[in-house]
Every structure is written in structure tokens, then in C-alpha cells.
């Protein structure tokens, strides 16, 4: 059982949130409904009142009155547990009692709810046929109250015909509803809304999609008759404090009051980590692979319907193949499948209806599945390789047990040490109701153009008040009027040398009425068919520079990680990286080892929380290793089986017999080996750095220019959620301890800069942003510019953006990069801890890499290509270990 984090009473949040404890009997609820309304509740859910322990879900118990009452409202609530129809029934109650009042419902909007995936939206729009369609039969009546879906897909007659019979709900997307929005006919049909209903809130909020969505609500304030009441849906998020102001936004700098619904740990959670054997280091790889199969199989046939998740694509694929090959009589065609965003529509909808039928005994998949569709008769989820975060795990795993009273069963699968210290502590923390934070992204300066022009091509509107709206999203209430400026120069077209590079003014801006408006006939058009945050990608071609043979392609975000000099494997070759021109990328063949993993772009990063947690462990650990107890102690404090108990044990008890426990980092201490390869001649630095990802390609990215600037020599790096290598020349002494010291808050943020001046990624973010700002028109007059053709135009004006000081687009690809893609602020957390004295940077040498390092160290080796390689490899290292151990004695 997943137990509460935090008393209610201890929590001191904003004064605008609250938390709901008023727990209504059923009679109360009951008597807020309609005579029809309540019929249809009690005939419904009448028969789950044993396991409800009552006619209403414990989110629906306390959402319902809230909403009833006109409070904004958060809820947060496991898969299953009712909390979309808390969010809708006080809504659909309301417009009954409309519908038969002397008012009526006038032929317009009064319900919007947004969902960030169309299979989502479809399924709602499902659901809601049902208790719509009896409560009018009670009524004697047709249905009253209209529901239609409007996304991308919505063929043009029927949205014709929602003009003419528009539905009271109205279920779509964030970028339709800002097309609704600058709809002239469409957007009166909005005054009406009285609720907003976000779905799946978290999966929004801390993207760019999610500023989008608040900018967008924000401008239909503006729309509506009188406010209206803001309805949001999540499962697993944190803080919920931040999330319900992400929902409410402000007015004139006062946060709108929302209460949250916190009933996130209501079902009982059976999770527990799996190893398929003791000892991964000495055991044959195929030996693994083969009781992997047999685990996953045997617990595939144990129950009834499951889904796998795997950390790629190609991981889901692989699974699905070999459980068919290994078991032929039991997984075929009709009642196995895989699932992700690769595969066509046709493909993917065969396979959800076999979940929601039941037919399915097994599916693979990677993310497609995280939300989505009811699967009620799944029973077992099992996760391959470590989510990286707990939010992640608890969604991915509360797929199954689709209802209240079933236990959610879970299982995860480690097959490498790192994850297996990773995932223990994971489900730890998981079984304690810990929840991973989420970044909410701020002051987005492209997702602010595309809105700013929206207003002006309403009607001509003054700058303080479009400044006024924008401020009310929680993502902009910091909005400075200098950034807020800039971005109006860019689209009023007011910088030099715009024009002659092709770069036209969207709006007009007057600077004595200080009011800006549409420019251009077209200027309706452009916007309808170029807003939205979610980039168009594309393959790179990859050709040897020397004679320009194709032997390949790169997908873009595999790219933007490269810097010239690295070594990546295509095919089952070695290539260096040299340059790209637009979409074709330069290399020369190449005898070095890898140094960027295969799954670089794929695999989601491990949570800077859930990375401090796992730095106490090792510190944990550090303290016990020795102590016979604590091989029981892990099997009796952690929910993991024998062979991982063994293979964790194993690892530190050779860490601190090889290095001594200061070789262990945890959050006070960072460890730096020193190991020189004199066999290749390079002097390798392994920071074990164990904060995931994003923070360690930002830190990497900063100690690679400061290398690279002190000893002018070309640095080789690789990153990894547990730490990264530098690596340069033998004969270049590194003074790595002195150059993290010397680093401040401020200093660490222009060096981040500097380091992306030339990169990959700035070019890719540059080419995003700039047509997300409208610069580079994905669509123009029926003419469609594919993303290849997008990154050109990108590249060439690059050198232009990089001359103006200040420009909008630049200055936001810079913003997103450090902020919400490298973790700056967590750096500056660290780095600020190192110049307190609170973090000690231990340097030490090492004969060869610890096995703590082993991971980072065989980066350059972690490649599906080259697995056998790997495992070679880390045997190699392990012998080392022992040899020196042994001597030790």
C-alpha cells in the first residue's frame, strides 16, 4: 500500500491553494443531483458500492461538490479511480438542470475539455455517450445536451456543421481551441463556457504544449460572459501546489484560489524488482537474455492481459520478437503486438481495441501506452529496464487493475548494475508516496509570439493589455517588459535586415497609441496553419566526406548530442562525426570507439529527485559494506528479489574493497577518477555525478569548453543518468577538482552558453523555435516546407540572429536549452553546494575504473550493435578489479 506523504495539516502552501477534506456522505452528493442525474448514478455504480464503500470513488466524493459549487479545482487521482467522471458529472448535472429550466441552453459551448492525446479524446467522447443518452430517456426526451470532438482531423463539414448545432461539450486539443479562438464565427459560440476541463494535466504542464494551453485559456477569459471554472485531471504529479497554480494562473498578480482533490494513493500497489540473474558481470549474455524471456513469459502466463514497457522503440519491437520465436505456440498474431508512435494508425488502433477487448495476452510498447485508453482487463504491467523516474513507473504500472479494489501489480526488470541500485530505490520511495517534481517551462518567448500575433489578428488591441493577458498564465507572471518587448520588435519586423533576409513583420505596432494589430491579408491564414509547439522532425542522410557514399540516416535528435570528432555506429560500422550541411551529415570512417550511445535520443533521463535519493543510498550503503546483515537488509527494507539483493551487495562490497567507501559519491561528496589508458594513450576523468542526464550533459558540455579553453586540446565526452567522462591526450593533465571549485552560479550559466554557441543542439532549437515563432512558415499559400528544408533556412539564419542583440528567437532557443533542457538551475544547486564546502570533490586514481565507474566507462561500448563488446568489455574491468583486490588481501 502506498501510503501519504504529508500530513494535510503540515502543508504551507500558496494562500490560493487548498485541499479538500470535506468528505460528503452519499446522500449529500446524491441530493445535488437531478432526479434523472441521480437515477442513472445509483442504477451505474450501485453494484461497486462494496469496494467504493459507497456510490462514489474517493476523488468523486470530494471533487463533485467542489466543482458543484463553481471552485476551481486540481484532481489528482490513480488510473481508474473515476476522476475524468468527477470532473464531468457535476458539469453534465448542471447542464440537465439548464436544459429544463426557462433559460434553456442556447446553441453554443458551454463545456471545453482538452486532452493531450486524440485516442484520449476519442474515448471520452465514448464514454460520455453513455450517461448522456440515459438521462435523457429519463427525461422522456431526445438528448439534450450535444457532444462532438473538433482536433486536426475534424473532416470540414462537420466543423460546418457545428456552427450550426454546436455541442454544449465540446472535446479538442489546445491547438484547435486557439484556432477557435481567432475564429470570428466559432469563437462567439465560446462566450458561454462556464468549465474548462484539462485531462491528464501533468503530461502537458511541463512541456512547451502546456504554456501553450495557458496562454490559451488565459485569452478565453477574455471570450467568456463571466469566468469560468478551471477543471484539472492527473494521476502522478508533484508539487501539486505548482500544478494547481499552473491551472488557475492570475489576476493582477493574485493567484485565482484552487483546491486540490489529493487522492493519489488510494489503491493498493504490489510492485518488485526482478533481476534474471545473481550475477550479471560473469554470466554469458545470452544466459541473460534467455531467463529474461523465460521471466517475462512466465509471468505473461500467470495473468491475464499484460503490457511491457521498455525504455525504446526498438526495445519494444525486440521483446515482441523474441517472446514469438522463444514460444511460438503460446504468442502469435492475434493476441500479441506491439505498440508505439513509429507504427501507422491502422496498426495502433488494432491494438488498443485488443486491450480494451481483452484479446490482447501480451503488448509491447515504449511511451504510446502511458496514457490514453481504459484497459480493463489488464492485470500485470512489467517494465524492462529502468522509467528513471517514480512518476513514470506509477503511471506506466497503474495501467493495470483498471478500477478500484484491484491491486496494482507491477514488475520491473534491471539487467545492469546502475539500474539496479536505480530501481531499488525507485520502488522504495515509490511504496513511501514519493513523487518525482516537475519543471514547469517560464517565459517562453516563441509560444508568446504565436499568441501575441493570435490578439492582434482578432482586432487592434493595446500593448498593456495584451501584456496584461499574457501575465495572467502562470507560465508568464514574470514575463519582464524588456523580453515582452523584444518579441514585439521581432514580429513588428522593427530589426535591422529582417526584410532582406526574408523576414516579414507579422503585426504592426504603433509607438504613440502603444497598440499593435494584423498585418497582411493572409495574416488569418498563416496563423491557422503554422501555430502549435510540437516540432516537425526529419532523418538526416549520412555520407562519407571522401566520396560521398550514403550509409545511412540519423534521426535529428540522435544528432543534436554530436559534436565534431565524435564516433557513432551506423550499420554496424564506426563513423566520425564531422560537420552537417542541412540535412546531410559528414563523416569520416572511423577504428575509435563509440563515445554517444545508440539510445542517447530514445530513453527518458533519470529525475534529478529521484537522483538525490539514490546518492543517499550509496551513502547508505557505503556504511554497511561489510556487514554481513546486509544482503537480508536490502531483501527485508527494499521490494526486490534474491538476485538483485546479491548483485547490489556484490557491487559495493567490491567498490569499497577496490577504492575504499570515499570512492562512493552521495550528496556530499563528488568522486572524480583518474584512470590513465595507456594503451590508447588518453587520460579518462570519470565524474560519478549522479543526477541524470540533462544535468550531466550540461555540466559536461561546461567542463569540455573549460578544458578545451585551457589546454587547447580536443576533449572526448559521454554522458549517462549516473555520471560522464572527459577524456583528452595523455600527455594533458587535467586540474578537473580546481576548475568545478572555481565555478559560481553566474559563471556556470555563460559558460553553458559559450559551450552551445557551435552545437548541434543550437542549430536544431534554433530551426524549432524560429517556425514556432512564425520566421520559417511551415505552411504558406498551400505550400508545405518539410523539416529538412525548415533546418536550411535555420542554418542560414543562424549567423543573422546571432548579430542582433537580443533577438527573440535566438534568446528563447538559448532559454529553453540551459533551462528546461540542461538543468541549469540544478547545476547552480550543486555548484553552489561545492562553494559552500557542502559538496567535497574527491579526486582519486585508479589502476582502472572502479566498478561503480564501470557503467560510464563503458558508455563507448553500450550499443546494441556492439553487446557482446560490452560485456567483454565490463569482464575485462571486473578482472582487473578482482586481480587488484586479490593482491590486496
Same mark, same amino acid.
Given at each position: 500500500?502506498?501510503?501519504?506523504?504529508?500530513?494535510?495539516?503540515?502543508?504551507?502552501?500558496?494562500?490560493?491553494?487548498?485541499?479538500?477534506?470535506?468528505?460528503?456522505?452519499?446522500?449529500?452528493?446524491?441530493?445535488?443531483?437531478?432526479?434523472?442525474?441521480?437515477?442513472?448514478?445509483?442504477?451505474?455504480?450501485?453494484?461497486?458500492?462494496?469496494?467504493?464503500?459507497?456510490?462514489?470513488?474517493?476523488?468523486?466524493?470530494?471533487?463533485?461538490?467542489?466543482?458543484?459549487?463553481?471552485?476551481?479545482?486540481?484532481?489528482?487521482?490513480?488510473?481508474?479511480?473515476?476522476?475524468?467522471?468527477?470532473?464531468?458529472?457535476?458539469?453534465?448535472?448542471?447542464?440537465?438542470?439548464?436544459?429544463?429550466?426557462?433559460?434553456?441552453?442556447?446553441?453554443?459551448?458551454?463545456?471545453?475539455?482538452?486532452?493531450?492525446?486524440?485516442?484520449?479524446?476519442?474515448?471520452?467522447?465514448?464514454?460520455?455517450?453513455?450517461?448522456?443518452?440515459?438521462?435523457?430517456?429519463?427525461?422522456?426526451?431526445?438528448?439534450?445536451?450535444?457532444?462532438?470532438?473538433?482536433?486536426?482531423?475534424?473532416?470540414?463539414?462537420?466543423?460546418?456543421?457545428?456552427?450550426?448545432?454546436?455541442?454544449?461539450?465540446?472535446?479538442?486539443?489546445?491547438?484547435?481551441?486557439?484556432?477557435?479562438?481567432?475564429?470570428?464565427?466559432?469563437?462567439?459560440?465560446?462566450?458561454?463556457?462556464?468549465?474548462?476541463?484539462?485531462?491528464?494535466?501533468?503530461?502537458?504542464a511541463d512541456t512547451k504544449r502546456g504554456v501553450f494551453l495557458s496562454l490559451c485559456l488565459e485569452r478565453l477569459e477574455e471570450v467568456v460572459k463571466a469566468p469560468f471554472v478551471r477543471i484539472g485531471c492527473s494521476a502522478t504529479v508533484e508539487p501539486l501546489d505548482k500544478i494547481a497554480q499552473f491551472l488557475g494562473g492570475n489576476v493582477d498578480g493574485v493567484d485565482r484560489?484552487?483546491?486540490?482533490?489529493?487522492?493519489?494513493?488510494?489503491?493498493?500497489?504490489?510492485?518488485?524488482?526482478?533481476?534474471?540473474?545473481?550475477?550479471?558481470?560473469?554470466?554469458?549474455?545470452?544466459?541473460?537474455?534467455?531467463?529474461?524471456?523465460?521471466?517475462?513469459?512466465?509471468?505473461?502466463?500467470?495473468?491475464?492481459?499484460?503490457?511491457?514497457?521498455?525504455?525504446?522503440?526498438?526495445?519494444?519491437?525486440?521483446?515482441?520478437?523474441?517472446?514469438?520465436?522463444?514460444?511460438?505456440?503460446?504468442?502469435?498474431?492475434?493476441?500479441?503486438?506491439?505498440?508505439?508512435?513509429?507504427?501507422?494508425?491502422?496498426?495502433?488502433?488494432?491494438?488498443?481495441?485488443?486491450?480494451?477487448?481483452?484479446?490482447?495476452?501480451?503488448?509491447?510498447?515504449?511511451?504510446?501506452?502511458?496514457?490514453?485508453?481504459?484497459?480493463?482487463?489488464?492485470?500485470?504491467?512489467?517494465?524492462?529496464?529502468?522509467?528513471?523516474?517514480?512518476?513514470?513507473?506509477?503511471?506506466?504500472?497503474?495501467?493495470?487493475?483498471?478500477?478500484?479494489?484491484?491491486?496494482?501489480?507491477?514488475?520491473?526488470?534491471?539487467?545492469?548494475?546502475?539500474?539496479?541500485?536505480?530501481?531499488?530505490?525507485?520502488?522504495?520511495?515509490?511504496?513511501?508516496?514519493?513523487?518525482?517534481?516537475?519543471?514547469?517551462?517560464?517565459?517562453?518567448?516563441?509560444?508568446?509570439?504565436?499568441?501575441?500575433?493570435?490578439?492582434?489578428?482578432?482586432?487592434?488591441?493595446?500593448?498593456?493589455?495584451?501584456?496584461?493577458?499574457?501575465?495572467?498564465?502562470?507560465?508568464?507572471?514574470?514575463?519582464?517588459?524588456?523580453?515582452?518587448?523584444?518579441?514585439?520588435?521581432?514580429?513588428?519586423?522593427?530589426?535591422?535586415?529582417?526584410?532582406?533576409?526574408?523576414?516579414?513583420?507579422?503585426?504592426?505596432?504603433?509607438?504613440?497609441?502603444?497598440?499593435?494589430?494584423?498585418?497582411?491579408?493572409?495574416?488569418?491564414?498563416?496563423?491557422?496553419?503554422?501555430?502549435?509547439?510540437?516540432?516537425?522532425?526529419?532523418?538526416?542522410?549520412?555520407?562519407?566526406?571522401?566520396?560521398?557514399?550514403?550509409?545511412?540516416?540519423?534521426?535529428?535528435?540522435?544528432?543534436?548530442?554530436?559534436?565534431?570528432?565524435?564516433?557513432?555506429?551506423?550499420?554496424?560500422?564506426?563513423?566520425?562525426?564531422?560537420?552537417?550541411?542541412?540535412?546531410?551529415?559528414?563523416?569520416?570512417?572511423?577504428?575509435?570507439?563509440?563515445?554517444?550511445?545508440?539510445?542517447?535520443?530514445?530513453?527518458?533521463?533519470?529525475?534529478?529527485?529521484?537522483?538525490?535519493?539514490?546518492?543517499?543510498?550509496?551513502?547508505?550503503?557505503?556504511?554497511?559494506?561489510?556487514?554481513?546483515?546486509?544482503?537480508?537488509?536490502?531483501?527485508? @527494507?527494499?521490494?526486490?528479489?534474491?538476485?538483485?539483493?546479491?548483485?547490489?551487495?556484490?557491487?559495493?562490497?567490491?567498490?569499497?574493497?577496490?577504492?575504499?567507501?570515499?570512492?562512493?559519491?552521495?550528496?556530499?561528496?563528488?568522486?572524480?577518477?583518474?584512470?590513465?589508458?595507456?594503451?590508447?594513450?588518453?587520460?579518462?576523468?570519470?565524474?560519478?555525478?549522479?543526477?541524470?542526464?540533462?544535468?550531466?550533459?550540461?555540466?559536461?558540455?561546461?567542463?569540455?569548453?573549460?578544458?578545451?579553453?585551457?589546454?587547447?586540446?580536443?576533449?572526448?565526452?559521454?554522458? @549517462?543518468?549516473?555520471?560522464?567522462?572527459?577524456?583528452?591526450?595523455?600527455?594533458?593533465?587535467?586540474?578537473?577538482?580546481?576548475?568545478?571549485?572555481?565555478?559560481?552560479?553566474?559563471?556556470?550559466?555563460?559558460?553553458?552558453?559559450?559551450?552551445?554557441?557551435?552545437?548541434?543542439?543550437?542549430?536544431?532549437?534554433?530551426?524549432?523555435?524560429?517556425?514556432?515563432?512564425?520566421?520559417?512558415?511551415?505552411?504558406?499559400?498551400?505550400?508545405?516546407?518539410?523539416?529538412?528544408?525548415?533546418?536550411?533556412?535555420?542554418?542560414?539564419?543562424?549567423?543573422?540572429?546571432?548579430?542582433?542583440?537580443?533577438?527573440?528567437?535566438?534568446?528563447?532557443?538559448?532559454?529553453?536549452?540551459?533551462?528546461?533542457?540542461?538543468?541549469?538551475?540544478?547545476?547552480?544547486?550543486?555548484?553552489?553546494?561545492?562553494?559552500?564546502?557542502?559538496?567535497?570533490?574527491?579526486?582519486?586514481?585508479?589502476?582502472?575504473?572502479?566498478?561503480?565507474?564501470?557503467?560510464?566507462?563503458?558508455?563507448?561500448?553500450?550499443?546494441?550493435?556492439?553487446?557482446?563488446?560490452?560485456?567483454?568489455?565490463?569482464?575485462?574491468?571486473?578482472?582487473?578489479?578482482?586481480?587488484?583486490?586479490?593482491?590486496?588481501?
Open positions: 500500500m502506498i501510503a501519504k506523504r504529508k500530513n494535510k495539516a503540515e502543508h504551507s502552501g500558496p494562500p490560493s491553494i487548498s485541499y479538500a477534506t470535506l468528505r460528503y456522505t452519499d446522500e449529500e452528493i446524491l441530493g445535488l443531483f437531478r432526479p434523472s442525474v441521480r437515477k442513472w448514478w445509483v442504477d451505474t455504480f450501485g453494484p461497486q458500492r462494496q469496494v467504493n464503500k459507497g456510490y462514489f470513488t474517493p476523488p468523486q466524493r470530494l471533487a463533485i461538490p467542489l466543482i458543484h459549487e463553481g471552485k476551481n479545482v486540481l484532481i489528482c487521482s490513480p488510473t481508474g479511480s473515476g476522476k475524468t467522471l468527477s470532473a464531468f458529472t457535476a458539469i453534465i448535472n448542471e447542464l440537465f438542470l439548464l436544459g429544463n429550466s426557462e433559460e434553456g441552453l442556447e446553441n453554443s459551448v458551454y463545456c471545453i475539455y482538452i486532452s493531450p492525446l486524440k485516442s484520449l479524446a476519442n474515448d471520452i467522447h465514448k464514454n460520455l455517450e453513455e450517461p448522456l443518452t440515459t438521462i435523457s430517456k429519463y427525461y422522456g426526451e431526445e438528448v439534450l445536451i450535444r457532444h462532438a470532438i473538433r482536433h486536426g482531423d475534424t473532416a470540414s463539414d462537420e466543423r460546418s456543421s457545428m456552427l450550426r448545432k454546436t455541442p454544449h461539450i465540446l472535446n479538442t486539443t489546445p491547438e484547435t481551441l486557439a484556432i477557435l479562438l481567432n475564429s470570428p464565427k466559432f469563437s462567439e459560440k465560446l462566450r458561454t463556457v462556464r468549465w474548462v476541463i484539462v485531462d491528464e494535466i501533468h503530461s502537458m484560489e484552487v483546491a486540490i482533490v489529493d487522492t493519489r494513493f488510494v489503491r493498493d500497489y504490489e510492485l518488485k524488482l526482478l533481476c534474471p540473474v545473481p550475477d550479471l558481470i560473469n554470466t554469458p549474455p545470452q544466459e541473460v537474455n534467455r531467463r529474461l524471456y523465460e521471466m517475462i513469459h512466465e509471468l505473461v502466463q500467470e495473468h491475464n492481459n499484460t503490457l511491457i514497457f521498455t525504455n525504446t522503440r526498438s526495445g519494444a519491437e525486440r521483446i515482441l520478437y523474441h517472446l514469438r520465436k522463444a514460444y511460438p505456440e503460446f504468442y502469435n498474431e492475434e493476441n500479441s503486438g506491439c505498440h508505439h508512435g513509429s507504427l501507422g494508425k491502422e496498426g495502433r488502433l488494432g491494438i488498443e481495441d485488443m486491450l480494451k477487448s481483452g484479446k490482447a495476452k501480451v503488448v509491447t510498447t515504449s511511451t504510446s501506452l502511458e496514457l490514453g485508453i481504459d484497459m480493463p482487463y489488464l492485470d500485470m504491467v512489467i517494465q524492462v529496464g529502468s522509467p528513471k523516474s517514480v512518476s513514470a513507473l506509477l503511471q506506466r504500472i497503474g495501467r493495470a487493475g483498471h478500477r478500484l479494489g484491484q491491486t496494482v501489480k507491477g514488475r520491473v526488470i534491471a539487467l545492469d548494475r546502475d539500474e539496479l541500485i536505480e530501481c531499488a530505490v525507485m520502488l522504495k520511495k515509490a511504496q513511501e508516496g514519493f513523487i518525482d517534481a516537475v519543471h514547469i517551462p517560464e517565459n517562453c518567448l516563441d509560444v508568446l509570439a504565436q499568441h501575441v500575433y493570435g490578439m492582434a489578428i482578432n482586432e487592434p488591441i493595446d500593448l498593456e493589455k495584451a501584456k496584461k493577458i499574457v501575465r495572467r498564465s502562470y507560465c508568464y507572471r514574470s514575463l519582464s517588459d524588456e523580453d515582452f518587448m523584444s518579441a514585439i520588435r521581432y514580429l513588428a519586423g522593427g530589426l535591422p535586415g529582417m526584410e532582406e533576409k526574408g523576414i516579414y513583420g507579422k503585426i504592426w505596432y504603433d509607438e504613440e497609441t502603444h497598440k499593435i494589430g494584423r498585418r497582411g491579408k493572409l495574416a488569418r491564414m498563416i496563423y491557422y496553419t503554422n501555430i502549435g509547439v510540437i516540432p516537425d522532425e526529419f532523418k538526416c542522410d549520412v555520407i562519407t566526406r571522401g566520396d560521398h557514399v550514403w550509409v545511412g540516416s540519423l534521426d535529428e535528435q540522435y544528432l543534436e548530442k554530436l559534436q565534431k570528432g565524435d564516433v557513432f555506429v551506423l550499420g554496424g560500422k564506426f563513423y566520425e562525426f564531422l560537420y552537417r550541411r542541412g540535412s546531410k551529415v559528414y563523416v569520416d570512417p572511423s577504428t575509435s570507439r563509440p563515445t554517444v550511445p545508440s539510445w542517447y535520443s530514445e530513453r527518458l533521463p533519470l529525475s534529478f529527485d529521484l537522483a538525490l535519493h539514490v546518492l543517499d543510498f550509496k551513502e547508505q550503503m557505503a556504511k554497511r559494506t561489510g556487514d554481513r546483515s546486509t544482503y537480508k537488509w536490502l531483501l527485508e @527494507s527494499y521490494p526486490i528479489d534474491e538476485n538483485s539483493a546479491a548483485s547490489i551487495y556484490q557491487l559495493f562490497d567490491e567498490q569499497v574493497r577496490y577504492a575504499g567507501t570515499e570512492s562512493i559519491s552521495t550528496r556530499k561528496r563528488l568522486v572524480i577518477e583518474e584512470h590513465l589508458d595507456r594503451e590508447h594513450y588518453r587520460r579518462y576523468y570519470y565524474f560519478h555525478s549522479l543526477y541524470g542526464r540533462p544535468f550531466n550533459d550540461g555540466l559536461s558540455r561546461i567542463m569540455a569548453y573549460i578544458v578545451s579553453r585551457e589546454k587547447t586540446s580536443n576533449v572526448a565526452l559521454s554522458v @549517462s543518468d549516473h555520471g560522464f567522462f572527459l577524456s583528452v591526450p595523455l600527455s594533458k593533465k587535467l586540474d578537473v577538482a580546481s576548475y568545478l571549485k572555481s565555478l559560481n552560479e553566474g559563471l556556470a550559466k555563460e559558460l553553458l552558453r559559450y559551450s552551445l554557441e557551435e552545437s548541434q543542439l543550437l542549430k536544431r532549437m534554433f530551426r524549432i523555435n524560429a517556425t514556432r515563432s512564425l520566421m520559417i512558415l511551415r505552411n504558406y499559400k498551400g505550400h508545405q516546407k518539410s523539416a529538412r528544408r525548415q533546418q536550411v533556412s535555420a542554418d542560414m539564419l543562424l549567423s543573422y540572429a546571432h548579430r542582433l542583440e537580443g533577438f527573440a528567437v535566438l534568446e528563447e532557443a538559448y532559454r529553453e536549452i540551459i533551462e528546461d533542457k540542461l538543468e541549469i538551475g540544478h547545476i547552480q544547486e550543486v555548484v553552489r553546494g561545492i562553494k559552500r564546502g557542502e559538496i567535497e570533490i574527491k579526486l582519486i586514481s585508479v589502476e582502472s575504473p572502479s566498478p561503480l565507474a564501470f557503467g560510464i566507462a563503458t558508455l563507448s561500448a553500450s550499443d546494441v550493435v556492439l553487446a557482446e563488446d560490452k560485456a567483454s568489455l565490463l569482464k575485462e574491468f571486473h578482472k582487473r578489479v578482482m586481480e587488484k583486490i586479490g593482491k590486496g588481501k
